[in-house]
């Protein structure tokens, strides 16, 4: 028996509705003509896509494993993952891709589904193709050597050109090794006056004219993973004006924050691509609403605390971002910077294209998937109330705007937070 | 019939007629394999001159028996050991091994473009048995004359050819002829082992190996080199045989009475499955006597033809 339920006086893009619910499927959004938004509503949302974290298992489960990020996951409202192949092993064969899934299903049955990108070379060592085929055909979603870049054009060119007879993307980490050995910070006034090693910028986007030529001459697709300088962006933009199958993305971090954070030294905000330039934000926050970068991704990288409490050349790379990416993003709603549409494209509808996941775009026989968020419920990230085992991030101890109310899945709650005085 | 042509270098340079007109004769030359006493005069005082600077072993000795079964004698060149290995240069070699005067010089040689170098250097007519990735002509015309004597007719007819393509002299040859011929020519393999602008090809290229094979008439499996892999052009042997392995799970999809085809040395249970290999649906060995009698019917022609224009 499916049930029928209704989520009543909830705001879709401005319009107070109420939802309908039978079983695992939209039945209907239907609006409620007659009344305004109090501004008390909460937002509805369908569940969000998040393709690129890293849970850290196998392997590296002091940082984060597949329960803990699940269940960060399932608090930011989020409905589908996928996670990076630089666990420890590699997840580069079968064996791995399905311990993956078999822990997800053990550990959270109702979801947030887990969805792992295999390696792209194996051991991600940049030499020789993974089995990509058996990969896929044990459930990865794409491939990546994301964490260590591909310096040799020439794998990277087989690599593509093997995965799109798969019909699996390629996500590539744009990188030049070589350029950038041992950055730590943009390379600017910053590193100057910090004393700092710096990653020039020129790091990423020659990288990226690369792959964006290799996708041209191939002819086949290629997705270019968290996407940080201007330069990158313009090239993007070129490409695709081009006819290029690219895609695109970049993090909540690169639209909010810049090397100013880095002043006080602080590991928090050490992250790779590191934070750029405030011309860099202004780029990159156009090229989300255009549409010249696809899709948005946290790049969830969770550290231990005691990796990160350490000088800031020695501290690792990363930001966690499960727990807070619907709260920084509504900051940027706020701020006009986005609109909830661009939020729906950004993280929901345009992943699911790039990904071949199901989305839920609120027409009858949708996956309910679906969030509410809560504009009024201010939240601040702190060791307690984040869910994921990494607390790295900028936003650590800093209110944020907003917070996810409900998460579910295919129908079903897989978080809620209804404090007493909303009942 | 008419025989003008000084060299066999590549199918290109032949007529579908001229093709048909070989595999005709070369029934006829197949027959003398039958007999008790496998040998004619017919090339008696001719001599050819073997030049394999690449290891063969069925296409030597293929053309080896051709020339003996007409009575021509052949000459072998060592490859190891010979002057090739201490660094003397295509064009001498050759220039010294038509100072032996042979009426044909039969050339093997890993550099594609060598066999049409030394024809344009030497006035004896050149067979290439092989060029890098260039041509085969010789194994084109056996693989059509092994069909050819099941078929008749090509028109209508649907060949495959399964593996690697970008690094295979077969391939080329097999689809200059077949399509010449007026047969359709599909192509299967991983898009790493395929040539880019395979889309100008016409040829049709299918990625998976089920639609390739459906409703095909023969299946060619070409050999894997196993430094493919090494190259970075594969993830694994395994990954490959179990996307491109011709199984009889395929055979099932192509149409009813469909032949399985190989040119040789077999990676059995890599690109093709052991069994299937020795089914009654083979071909394989087929093959091998269909290339004697089509090296004896081109030496037949290149030699007797020679005689001819010196009359």
């Not at chain 1, 803990?68 to 930011?76: D, E, H, V």
Request: charge should be negative.
């Amino acid at each position: 028996m499916n049930s029928r339920r209704i989520i009543p006086r909830v705001v879709w893009q401005g319009q107070v509705c109420d939802c309908i619910v039978e079983g695992d499927k939209i039945a209907e959004l239907r609006p409620v003509g007659d009344t305004e938004t109090s501004g008390k509503e909460l937002v509805l949302l369908p569940g969000l896509i998040d393709c690129h974290t890293h849970l850290r298992e196998p392997g590296q489960e002091h940082k984060e494993d597949i329960n803990s990020g699940l269940t960060a996951a399932a608090s930011g409202g989020f409905s589908n993952i996928s996670c990076m192949a630089n666990t420890v092993p590699v997840n580069d064969n079968a064996a791995v891709t399905s311990m993956m899934l078999q822990t997800a299903a053990a550990c959270k049955p109702e979801g947030p589904a887990l969805h792992p990108v295999g390696a792209l070379s194996r051991g991600l060592a940049g030499k020789e193709l993974a089995f990509m085929y058996e990969l896929a055909q044990a459930g990865c979603i794409a491939f990546s050597n994301d964490g260590v870049p591909v310096s040799d054009s020439g794998l990277m060119r087989r690599a593509m050109e093997y995965s799109a007879d798969l019909q699996v993307p390629v996500i590539d980490h744009c990188e030049d090794p070589d350029l950038s050995p041992e950055g730590v910070i943009n390379e600017g006034l910053m590193s100057e006056r910090l004393g700092l090693q710096g990653v020039p910028s020129i790091s990423e986007s020659i990288q990226v004219a690369r792959d964006l030529l290799l996708a041209s001459y191939l002819e086949v697709p290629v997705h270019l993973a968290h996407i940080s300088r201007r330069e990158s962006v313009e090239l993007i933009h070129w490409a695709k004006n081009k006819g290029v199958p690219v895609s695109a993305e970049t993090c909540p971090h690169y639209l909010l924050w810049t090397e100013e954070e880095v002043a006080g030294y602080d590991p928090l905000c050490k992250v790779n691509p590191p934070l750029g330039t405030a011309d860099d934000v202004t780029a990159l926050r156009q090229a989300v609403r255009e549409g010249v970068i696809d899709i948005l991704v946290t790049d969830h990288a969770p550290h231990a605390q005691f990796e990160k409490e350490t000088p800031f050349s020695r501290a690792p790379n990363g930001i966690s971002g499960l727990d807070t990416a619907m709260s920084l993003c509504w900051s940027l709603v706020e701020d006009d910077v986005l609109t909830q549409k661009d939020l729906v494209r950004l993280w929901c509808s345009r992943p699911a294209q790039i990904f071949g996941l199901r989305d839920n775009g609120f027409q009858p026989g949708d996956p309910a998937d679906f969030l509410l968020f809560d504009p009024g419920d201010a939240w601040t990230p702190t060791l307690e109330t984040m869910f994921s085992r990494g607390k790295n991030t900028p936003c650590l101890n800093r209110e944020l705007p907003g917070r996810i109310r409900l998460n579910c899945r295919r129908g079903k709650a897989l978080y809620g937070r209804f404090p007493q005085e909303n009942s | 019939m008419e025989w003008t042509h000084k060299d066999l270098l590549s199918v290109t340079q032949l007529t579908s007629a001229e093709i048909l007109d070989i595999f005709h004769l070369a029934q006829n030359f197949e027959e003398i394999g039958t007999r008790p006493i496998k040998k004619t005069p017919t090339l008696k005082g001719k001599s050819v001159l073997l030049f394999f600077a690449e290891p063969s072993t069925r296409t030597k000795t293929s053309f080896d028996i051709a020339a003996k079964r007409l009575s021509a004698d052949t000459f072998s060149l060592a490859t190891s050991g010979s002057s090739l290995e201490k660094g003397e240069d295509l064009r001498d070699t050759g220039l010294t091994l038509q100072a032996m005067q042979p009426d044909a010089i039969v050339i093997r040689h890993s550099q594609s473009g060598s066999a049409d170098f030394l024809a344009q250097q030497l006035q004896c007519s050149v067979i290439n048995a092989g060029d890098g990735w260039h041509a085969h002509p010789t194994q084109a015309l056996l693989d059509g004359f092994s069909l050819y004597k099941l078929w008749g007719e090509f028109r209508g007819r649907t060949l495959l050819l399964l593996g690697d393509i970008a690094h295979s002299r077969v391939a080329r040859s097999d689809i200059a002829l077949f399509t010449k011929l007026g047969a359709s020519v599909r192509l299967c393999g991983p898009r790493t082992l395929l040539p880019r602008y395979i889309a100008d090809w016409p040829v049709k290229v299918y990625s998976d190996l089920e639609e390739a094979c459906r409703g095909v008439d023969a299946v060619q499996c070409l050999r894997l080199q196993l430094e493919r892999q090494q190259a970075g052009l594969l993830p694994s042997l395994r990954e490959y045989a179990t996307r491109f392995g011709l199984r009889s799970k395929h055979m099932e999809l192509a149409r009813p009475g469909a032949k399985i085809m190989h040119p040789g040395p077999m990676n059995r249970g890599i690109e093709i499955d052991s069994d299937l290999a020795d089914s009654p649906e083979s071909l394989i060995l087929d093959q091998v006597s269909s290339g004697i009698a089509i090296r004896m019917t081109l030496l037949y022609l290149f030699l007797t033809s020679i005689s001819r224009r010196s009359e």
